[in-house]
């Protein structure tokens, strides 16, 4: 008998996120219009053999990362808050957790995206080691993900933003995440991707409504303000302050109406008078600023923009992303300003449409530019924005990047 296939490495490469619109609206079950960047991370899993990790389940390391991540099942590792050992960690436990212990496993990554910069590196993380580990060990070809996840792309962003997060996926039962208490437009984007296109997606329910291109000849430039974003930093508390905020304001809907809506989207679209019922039950100013922001970005913002794109309406695109700038920057509260600045000057130095984006409170800006002035357009950008905020030259970068493919699988070996 030929014995059977047995892989001997399992590959991927998960590229970062471009949210072109819909700030903090997929935890709310809304909108967004999200594309793929050119950039990404690439994982390598083998099996574990060295003598000298003997009682080692997972060993991981990167020169792009610092520091070497060796996990003990049962062990916790005491790894900081915000160190990239945390994602892949917690990608291990939970798919050990759901699916039954995993092969002693050593993942290998290479990254050229740049960390904690609004382009979802935490997200590409916890995907690409997930999915790697996934099928060194075989998982896709069980019974349990044929019934949970299949083949259906959709179904795995959403098991792999629980794993994120911490929540449970149908019949795959919650664990500790990362902290944060988000959503899967992340992995959305980084999963579902269409190379030259931005797709608009719903989460309550989970939906692709429609890929949109972009318009010939153009290109994203990214401007990396140097402002750590990292959302198990610094910046969780303030995330999750504005995640907090729509379920105290989805709870008061509930409450006030005898409803069991399970998210703010759901919520508003009830009936024609909902939105106004909505701001009568949360009461609290601050809760009704975050609903106003919500309702405008996810419902009018970003099917508007992706409207504009159907039809080749460059400046209409152009206005609907710099109202969604504005709103983040009025209602939102999620922008500093590094990312202000940078917005504005991208619209004086031309571009045709300009955003913050990602989870905010630092991270990055997107611009849209003719792909013959990327280059020249990238450098002014940035050489005004470290002039203006010098401390943060060191950390500062520009990026171009393609509207550009989803996550793939890199051909794995096998022995026999």
């Known amino acids: 008998m030929t014995p059977m296939a047995e892989p001997v490495e399992a590959s991927w490469r998960v590229p970062g996120r471009i949210e072109v619109l819909g ?4 935890y709310a079950g809304g909108n967004v219009l999200v594309g793929a960047a050119s950039r990404g991370i690439t994982v390598t899993a083998r099996p574990l053999t ?3 990790a003997a009682g080692l389940g997972l060993r991981a390391h990167s020169a792009a990362f610092p520091g070497a991540v060796c996990l003990t099942r049962g062990v916790d590792p005491g790894l900081p808050a915000g160190h990239w050992g945390r994602y892949v960690a917690t990608a291990w436990n939970r798919l050990r957790a759901n699916f039954g212990e995993l092969p002693p496993a ?6 050229d995206l740049p960390l ?4 979802s590196s935490s997200s590409a993380l916890v995907v690409a080691s997930a999915l790697a580990l996934a099928d060194l060990a075989g998982l896709r070809e069980t019974e349990l993900w044929a019934s949970e996840l299949g083949d259906d792309r959709l179904a795995w962003a959403s098991y792999l933003a629980s794993v994120e997060n911490g929540s449970t996926y149908r019949s795959l039962v919650g664990h500790a995440g990362v902290g944060t208490r988000g959503g ?6 980084m999963l579902c991707s269409l190379p030259g296109r931005l797709g608009q997606f719903g989460f309550d329910p989970v939906a692709h409504h429609r890929h949109v291109p972009l318009p010939d000849g153009y290109v994203f430039v990214i401007a990396v303000s140097g402002v750590s974003a990292e959302k198990t930093g610094a910046a969780l508390a303030d995330y999750n302050r504005a995640s907090d905020a729509i379920a105290a304001s989805l709870a008061r809907w509930n409450e006030a109406t005898g409803r069991a809506d399970r998210s703010l989207a759901a919520a508003v679209r009830s009936a024609p008078d909902a939105v106004t019922r909505l701001m009568a039950a949360v009461g609290d100013e601050a809760l009704r600023t975050r609903v106003d922001h919500f309702v405008q970005e996810s419902e009018l913002f970003v099917p508007a923009a992706a409207d504009a794109l159907e039809r080749g309406d460059l400046a209409g695109f152009g206005a609907v992303s710099a109202d969604s700038q504005l709103l983040a920057e ?3 509260g999620n922008q500093v300003p590094e990312t202000v600045a940078l917005a504005a000057s991208a619209r004086q130095l031309g ?3 300009v955003s913050a984006f990602g989870a905010g409170f630092g991270g990055s800006v997107w611009a849209l530019v003719p792909r013959a002035d990327a280059e020249g357009f990238a450098a002014a950008w940035l050489e005004r924005y470290t002039r203006d905020f010098p401390a943060r030259a060191a950390t500062a970068s520009t990026i171009v990047t393609e509207a550009d493919r989803a996550a793939e699988p890199v051909v794995s070996r096998v022995s026999v």
């Open 23 to 26: 700030k903090h609206t997929d």
């Open 50 to 52: 060295d003598p000298d």
């Open 106 to 111: 050593e993942l290998t990554f290479s990254s």
């Open 116 to 119: 904690a910069s609004g382009m």
């Open 184 to 189: 899967s437009e992340d992995h959305t984007g």
């Open 330 to 332: 009025a209602l939102l």
């Open 351 to 353: 571009a045709a449409a």
